[in-house]
């Protein structure tokens, strides 16, 4: 690590205050040229530890950056992780409202939710699947606190990869029966199509990303506990929304979900 605790818990609480106050920042690696992988990690930990502290429940997991179209949307290379707080979570056809955030886009994914416990290293595909209770539709909601969206993988890492709100809806269905990588996958914005995929674009394998993350968290000594929910990443570019904007996800065999801009 090159940063020191005090940089770190300081650009922790300057990002998380961007968050909820909606403002704009640069990317932290202006800055602070020198900062690496682990120093992101530790600043997204504390933006974590900060939300536990006020009372805030971390409820689930994601994976970001692990389709082609997103990779090449944002010029990078590689996934990201971070976490999910439940004040997060939209219910199924409410609102989201704008003025809480900067610039928001809204993705499509495939959310897993675990019935027993993820350890990597050495997590596979079969891994994942055989650890999953149930998939069902999501919609992201990112917005990076990085001005224009311009920042770099680090600076995206510790402002928790742009998470901002997320839809569950659907229906919540076993893997056994399913192919994940050939569900097609179609978001409408205001009744016109405006992305279309198929599982597949996420690393070949949606349950890929879960097990990418599970060795990262390996790594660390972390696992992946049974009930976790975790969003497994756009499988198209993320879609820019403002106010008065309906947006519906249909994923074969998983039913829809709806979401609302006001
Ligand atoms: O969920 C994600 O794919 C994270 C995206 C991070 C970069 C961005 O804000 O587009
Ligand atoms: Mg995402």
Redesign the pocket.
Known sequence: MNLDQNTINKLAEHLENCELQAQDTLKITDEYPQMDWDDAYAIQEVIKQRKIARGCRIVGL?A??TSRA?MQQ?GVSMP?FGFLADYFAVPEGDAVKMSELIHP?I?PEIAFVTKSVLKGPGCHIGSVLAATDFVMPAL?I?D?RFRD?KFDLKS?IADN??SSRFVLGGRMRPVEDLDLRTLGVVMEKNGEIVALGAGAAVLGHPAAAIAMLANLLGERGEEIPAGTLILS??ITE?VMVKAGDNVSLRIQELGSVHVRFN
């Open positions: 994601k970001g950056l997103k944002m990201v886009k993705e992201e990112i990076s969206f995206v990869c742009s990443g756009g993320a």
